[in-house]
């Protein structure tokens, strides 16, 4: 797990914490502690895992369309 660190200039804390949160959900880690918290069954796993390959497989799609 990487570090994420935040700079407070003139002791501006609600801009620092926006820009906190927004590095937080960028990193994945508010996704990570929801499915941590609660029991998911294997085939939620599986359905979820699958769900997740078709998603990066559309964007590298998307992506790869967009260098052209």
Known sequence: MKEIHVKVYDNDLEKAMRILKKKIQNDGLFKRLKLKKSYEKPSEYKRR???????RQRIAVAKSRAGR
């Open 49 to 55: 895992k699958q769900r997740e390959a078709i998603r």
